[in-house]
Nanobody
Framework: QVQLVESGGGLVHPGGSLRLSCAAS????????MGWYRQAPGKQREPVAT???????NYADSVKGRFTISRDNAKNMVYLQMNSLKPEDTAVYYC?????????YGQGTQVTVSS
């Protein structure tokens, strides 16, 4: 079992920034990819950003150039730096970890972008 705990969400004005953090614990030795999904009201959960255990990254087109994912394997942490936030970024953001064939999610953290 892998436990994931997110933090760092909140309310921010358009154009502002937030940094999300995710702490992994438990049976983490076999984790491969980690990253973030988000789910807006009335919409399906969608991938936002991924980082592999080797450090490569991938982003949804909607966040490229604005969001940066990073991973600290020594601390079992993954981060999402979100800049130039837009109202359409409003969603619950979920950290995830791949431990093939299993996929774990955290409980989510709310990000609201509003003036």
């Amino acid at each position: 079992q892998v436990q994931l705990v997110e933090s760092g969400g909140g309310l921010v004005h358009p154009g502002g920034s937030l940094r999300l953090s995710c702490a992994a614990s438990g049976s983490i030795e076999n984790i491969y990819d980690m990253g973030w999904y988000r789910q807006a009201p009335g919409k399906q959960r969608e991938p936002v950003a991924t980082t592999t255990m080797y450090g490569s990254t991938n982003y949804a087109d909607s966040v490229k150039g604005r969001f940066t994912i990073s991973r600290d394997n020594a601390k079992n942490m993954v981060y999402l730096q979100m800049n130039s936030l837009k109202p359409e970024d409003t969603a619950v953001y979920y950290c995830y970890a791949d431990d093939p064939p299993l996929k774990y999610y955290g409980q989510g953290t709310q990000v609201t972008v509003s003036s």
